[in-house]
Every structure is written in C-alpha cells, then in structure tokens.
C-alpha cells in the first residue's frame, strides 16, 4: 500500500464512518501513524440516506471526501480499499489492494441491511444503507410513476404507485413521512395524468408500536403524525414473502406494490478472521470489553454499530447509532494514547443524549433524557441537530438552504433519474390479485 515505515505505533482504522473518522481525529497530532481504509472515499451521513432517496437532497450534501476531513493531519495516510480478511496471528490486514501490518487495529465497519435470511425479499426489495443504494431507491420510485403512465391495467398502475415500507424504526417512519408528503405536494403537479391520489404508502411494523426504542408518547404522537399524512400503518404484522409485486404476511394480508423498502433491522458486517463464534453476539456484532478491546485480542478494537459491550444495563450492547459510534471513536482515541504514555486505559460509559425521528413539514417527536417533546419545536430541534453534525460547512449550508426552499416551496428538486434502476416491469403483466385481510 506504500505507507512508509515508522518509529511510532501504527493504528489502522477500518470504516470511515461516524467512529473511524472521530478516532482519527482524537489521534491527530499524537505520535502516532494513522492509517484509514475505506471502500469509499468519502464519510456518509447516515441519517439523512432517505432524503436523498425522497429526492429531497442530491448525494453530495451528505457525503464528504475522507481526505479532506483529515488533510491537515500529520502521519495520517488513507487508502480506498475493502477488507477481506484480518491474520490475528501476523497482526497484518488482507484487503483487495494488498496487505498491511498494524500494532493496534481498530473495526470500524458499520452494519448493513438484516434480511434475516429471506433470500426473496433481499433480491426484490430495497434496502438504504448507502448512497448508491438511496440512488437506486430513488430512481426506481420515478421510474415505477413512469412507467405507470403506460398502463391501462388498473391493478398494474396501483401496483407501480404503492409503497410498502417494512420496519417501524425511525428510518421506516422518516422515510414513510417524506413519501407522503411528496404523495401531497409533488405528485398531482409532476403526473396530472394519474389519478395519484390512489398512490398508497403503508409502514408495517411486526412490534405492537413504532418507534419502539423511544418513549410510549413519541410512538403514539409519531403515529397520529403518519396517519395524518394518509400513511397506512400495519401493527404486530410480519412481513415474509415479496416476489417484486406481491408483499406476504404471516396473516392473510397481503400487498400490491412495485416497491418494498426493507428498514426491518440491521446486523454487524462480517469480517473474516474475526467470525469465530467466540467473537461474536446476535446480531453479528464483535464481543468487545469496556475499553473496546476485541475478547480474546489485546491489539484489535472494535467500535459503532460493529461492536457490543455487554453489561448488566447494556445486555445486548449499545443502539447502532451515531453517537455511540462518535464517542467511543472519542474515547478509544484517549485511551489509545494513554496506552501509549503507559498509562492504565478508561473504561467506556455512553452518555445517552436521547433519540429523535421527524415525520415531515413541522412534525417530529424529541426524546432527551430529561425532556420529551413533539410537533413543530421538535421539527426545529431536529434540523438543528442535524445541521450540526453533518460535516463540512459548504454541506451545511447546502441542506439548509434545500430545506427552506423546500419548505417554503413545497417542492423536492433533487427527483432526478441520473442512474437509472433496471427493473423488470414484465411480471406486472401477469394476472394480479387485489389486497385483503382476515
């Protein structure tokens, strides 16, 4: 890979996601080489992923060249490349651009899409846990209004026009809120050619709530939100079949819709050398101690979504969110340097800041650790939370000046079909049958 030998300790950071690039930052200026892989060269913003599938934001408001974020480091070096493989044993990495040799080694991968083995589902339904794959969403959703506008088969056109969204978490909520109201606001100016107002948005949950992760009251105000947009919610329903034009149920409900978007759960992503079952948990995360040392290896941490540090509060480890992953980035970083100023490391401790979900134009649910609030203040809370960590100033600025035009116009520029999705639409020529329910 060409990274010059050095008298100081080589730490390798695998992700340049929300952990890697703080734990890169907290290392800068020490003595210390850091060296970054990524498959990408840019660090995504996770959380806004569904605004650009909504075609609410292009691409590059939430993405931010990793090389820029830590130019004006010393001994840092970053590479584009993926893993495939850690040698414990040599203490070295294999990736698709070569191998490279590390004193302390640090998985900072992120978690991808849990199918939970529905091998149908995975190959007919959308998942959105990266840019291409927001892309991708996006394109496919114009192109199924498209090509609705070539059918006369009433059932094809509803088809092509419905929307179901498995998962009841804030990315199926978020994403669920934004459909809508493009459904409103978008839709009857670009097609007043179809009858849009047949276009169904339907949010299945298989728990008895949503947002089940926060407070009873945001669960409830966030569905009186949806279902005042005319989003459909379906409860302690499971989703288990979805052929490209046919969503199954365990019940005798079932759906017609052109597009599934699979928001139902996210698992660890694997990394051989380090999927023994002795290093892991459900969920395929890396069993790591309170210092994020990797159980059975004293050179190799693991932090965000990857990793879980099991205690009697935190059983089955930390939320796979943002802000575990910035400050355990924060403080492996410390205790890195304490390691190498020979001083005992400090255990972790998360400080849970809250969590928080908007639903659209002026309505969101807040839950903070001492305060709960929703509607309009919360839509305001969360844009400014947003803003703050998104990277970048010139990011900044551009969401928020997308996010008052869009307000203010009741418009989403960014609906652009730059990459256009193959998709076959030759199955919507087969006989269909209408939705139902016992």
């Given at each position: 890979?060409n990274i010059?030998?050095s008298s ?5 950071i695998v992700?340049g996601g929300?952990?890697g690039?703080?734990?890169a930052?907290?290392?800068s200026?020490?003595?210390v080489?850091?060296?970054l892989?990524d498959?990408?060269?840019?660090h995504?913003?996770?959380p806004l ?6 075609g ?5 408001s939430?993405?931010y060249p ?5 130019q ?12 495939q493989q ?5 203490k070295?990495v294999?990736?698709n651009?070569?191998e490279?040799?590390y004193?302390?080694l640090?998985?900072?991968?992120g ?5 939970f083995g529905n091998?149908e589902?995975?190959k007919?339904?959308?998942a959105m846990?990266s840019i291409p794959?927001?892309?991708n969403?996006?394109s496919?959703?114009?192109e ?5 506008l070539?059918t006369?088969?009433?059932h094809?056109?509803d088809a092509?026009?419905n929307?179901?969204?498995?998962g ?6 978020e994403l ?17 050619d ?8 339907n949010?299945?949950q298989?728990?008895d709530?949503?947002?089940?992760e ?6 409830e105000?966030?569905?009186d939100?949806l279902e ?10 499971r989703?288990?079949?979805?052929d490209?034009?046919?969503?199954s149920?365990k019940?005798k409900l ?7 978007v699979?928001?139902a ?6 990394i051989?050398?380090l999927d ?9 995360r ?7 040392q990797?159980?059975g290896d004293?050179n190799i941490?693991?932090i965000g979504?990857i990793?879980?540090?099991?205690s009697?509060t ?8 943002a ?10 970083g ?14 972790f401790?998360?400080?849970?800041k809250?969590?928080m979900?908007t639903?659209?134009r002026?309505k969101a ?5 001492k305060y ?12 400014f939370v947003?803003?703050?960590?998104l ?10 000046i997308n996010?008052?035009y ?7 520029e960014?609906r652009l ?5 193959q998709?076959?639409?030759?199955k ?5 049958t209408?939705?139902?329910e016992?």
């Amino acid at each position: 890979m060409n990274i010059p030998k050095s008298s100081f300790p080589r730490v390798v950071i695998v992700g340049g996601g929300f952990g890697g690039v703080a734990l890169a930052k907290e290392l800068s200026g020490k003595e210390v080489q850091v060296v970054l892989l990524d498959k990408n060269n840019y660090h995504t913003f996770q959380p806004l992923l569904y605004q650009v599938s909504t075609g609410g934001l292009e691409p590059d408001s939430i993405a931010y060249p990793i090389r820029k974020i830590l130019q004006d480091y010393k001994n840092f070096f970053f590479r584009m490349a993926e893993l495939q493989q850690v040698v414990r044993e040599q203490k070295i990495v294999v990736t698709n651009i070569g191998e490279l040799s590390y004193d302390h080694l640090v998985i900072a991968v992120g978690s991808e899409t849990n199918f939970f083995g529905n091998i149908e589902i995975e190959k007919n339904g959308m998942a959105m846990k990266s840019i291409p794959q927001s892309l991708n969403l996006r394109s496919m959703i114009l192109e199924n209004f498209e090509q609705a506008l070539l059918t006369d088969n009433l059932h094809e056109r509803d088809a092509l026009m419905n929307f179901v969204i498995v998962g009841g978490g804030p990315t199926g909520v978020e994403l669920a809120g934004a459909l809508a109201e493009i459904k409103k606001g978008i839709l009857p100016k670009d097609y007043p050619d179809l009858d849009t107002r047949r276009a169904q948005i339907n949010l299945i949950q298989s728990g008895d709530r949503i947002l089940k992760e926060m407070s009873e009251k945001a669960s409830e105000k966030a569905e009186d939100f949806l279902e005042s947009l005319g989003v459909q919610i379906w409860k302690n329903t499971r989703v288990t079949d979805y052929d490209g034009k046919k969503v199954s149920t365990k019940t005798k409900l079932e759906f017609e819709a052109a597009t599934l978007v699979w928001a139902a759960g996210v698992k660890g992503v694997s990394i051989k050398g380090l999927d023994a079952e002795n290093f892991l948990v459900p969920g395929n995360r890396i069993k790591v101690n309170e210092f994020n040392q990797v159980v059975g290896d004293s050179n190799i941490y693991a932090i965000g979504d990857i990793a879980c540090i099991q205690s009697d509060t935190t059983p089955y480890g930390h939320p796979m969110m943002a802000q575990p992953a910035i400050q355990q980035g924060t403080h492996l970083g410390e205790n890195l340097v304490r390691l190498f100023d020979n001083k005992a490391m400090q255990p972790f401790k998360y400080k849970d800041k809250g969590s928080m979900a908007t639903v659209g134009r002026n309505k969101a649910v807040v839950d903070l650790k001492k305060y709960r609030f929703q509607g309009v203040f919360a839509w305001f809370v969360w844009m400014f939370v947003h803003l703050f960590f998104l990277i970048g100033f010139r990011n900044r600025m551009v969401v928020f000046i997308n996010w008052v035009y869009n307000y203010i116009r009741f418009d989403r520029e960014a609906r652009l079909i730059i990459r256009p999705y193959q998709r076959d639409y030759s199955k919507f020529n087969e006989p269909r049958t209408s939705k139902k329910e016992v």
